[in-house]
Structures are given as C-alpha cells and as structure tokens.
T-cell receptor, first 115, second 113 residues
Framework: GAVVSQHPSWVICKSGTSVKIECRSLDFQATTMFWYRQFPKQSLMLMATSNEGSKATYEQGVEKDKFLINHASLTLSTLTVTSAHPEDSSFYICSAREGTADEQYFGPGTRLTVT | GDSVTQMEGPVTLSEEAFLTINCTYT??????LFWYVQYPGEGLQLLLK?????DKGSNKGFEATYRKETTSFHLEKGSVQVSDSAVYFC????????????FGTGTQLKVEL
C-alpha cells in the first residue's frame, strides 16, 4: 500500500528556535497533504490542508505565521514551527491523498518537545 | 460542530475474547464513518468504513455498522488476537467537507495471551 514517511520521528528543541518536519509520500503523488496535531489522550486535530503548489488552508485558530507549511512538490510537504514554545510540544502527524482518491495515507508522526 | 466520541481506554482483553469499542458521533448532514488503526511506530491505517446508514464495514474480522438512529458506529471483533493490539480511532467525514476527517480520541487495545 501507499507509504508516507515523516522525518524526524522525534525532535527536542529549545524555546525560541524553529524546527522543520518533513512529510514524504514514497510511492505515490500526494496532490493534497494534511497536517494534524495530537495532544496526549486527545483526538487528532486538523491544522491545515495543503495542495501542491498552492498556499495552505489553515483551520480556525491555527496561526499560519507560526506553523509554516510548504508543499512545493508532489512528494514532499514541510511544517515549520517558528519560534517554538513549550506549549507547542505535541505529536504532529501528516497524511497525504492522491488526486481525488477517497483515502488518506498517514505518516507515523513526529514527537516535538520544546524545552 | 462535528464531533466523535469513543470509549476511553486502555482496553485489555485475553486472546479470543470478544471486542467492542463504542463510537458515537454528532454531525451535520450525513457523514461517512471510518475506523482507523495505529500499530506501534506506524501511521494510522484505514481499517474499515461505511458511507451510508445501515452499511456494514468489515475487514480483518472487524465489523462496524452505521446506525443513524443511534448515531453510532461501534467496532466489534468476535475473537481478538495479540496482533490486534493497537490504538483504534473512530472518525467521520462530512460530504462537501473537503476530505476533512474529524477523529475521536482513540482507544488503546491490549490483547494478552
């Protein structure tokens, strides 16, 4: 089946720094990618949707200047958490969809800890 | 707004036991319903889905029936195995919602010998 990878799988950064998370579709063209955030014992919350070559569409309450999303190619999307703070510590998950296909394929997630 | 409520875990069962994980939803319109499974260290995988009332989704021995009258989509399996140990997420997608999924909090299942 379709595979989506994320890198890194976990990262620790200091408060005030920026960190970039990559999401790659390994065997299909990801026309649309989704970024989710998950807090412990809570559901996945959609942060934004990005289409290749277009600006991302952010969900209400998500700061687009803080969570920069780039979807420059059909196999790669990046999420950059700028000026990270401890409250940004979370589990970030991406998913990808090919064309108008019904199914999304999920990456394994990235654990971000901001100290 | 749209929401999904599923039973809290963790759920611990002996091998060959019967499994039920409850899921209820609130949505405008008529959503499609999904169960995803996440094995340790892996991404969420679609387990089964149902797109309209009374549909039954099934896969790998798991079943769930779309019950409009009770707004539920409970996951069941007649005989669980150790390999079924994972986190299970119930989710919905509203038609016209741009493929946006709304998830429940996930239920961890642990199956012991």
């Amino acid at each position: 089946g379709a595979v989506v990878s994320q890198h890194p799988s976990w990262v620790i950064c200091k408060s005030g720094t920026s960190v970039k998370i990559e999401c790659r579709s390994l065997d299909f063209q990801a026309t649309t990618m989704f970024w989710y955030r998950q807090f412990p014992k809570q559901s996945l919350m959609l942060m934004a949707t990005s289409n290749e070559g277009s600006k991302a569409t952010y969900e209400q309450g998500v700061e687009k200047d803080k969570f920069l999303i780039n979807h420059a190619s059909l196999t790669l999307s990046t999420l950059t958490v700028t000026s990270a703070h401890p409250e940004d510590s979370s589990f970030y998950i991406c998913s990808a969809r090919e064309g108008t296909a019904d199914e999304q394929y999920f990456g394994p997630g990235t654990r971000l800890t901001v100290t | 707004g749209d929401s999904v409520t599923q039973m809290e875990g963790p759920v611990t069962l002996s091998e060959e036991a019967f499994l039920t994980i409850n899921c209820t939803y609130t949505a405008t319109g008529y959503p499609s319903l999904f169960w995803y499974v996440q094995y340790p260290g892996e991404g969420l995988q679609l387990l089964l889905k149902a797109t309209k009332a009374d549909d039954k989704g099934s896969n790998k021995g798991f079943e769930a029936t779309y019950r409009k009258e009770t707004t539920s989509f409970h996951l069941e399996k007649g005989s669980v195995q150790v390999s079924d140990s994972a986190v299970y997420f119930c989710a919905l997608r509203v038609t016209g919602g741009g493929n946006k999924l709304t998830f429940g909090t996930g239920t961890q299942l642990k199956v012991e010998l």
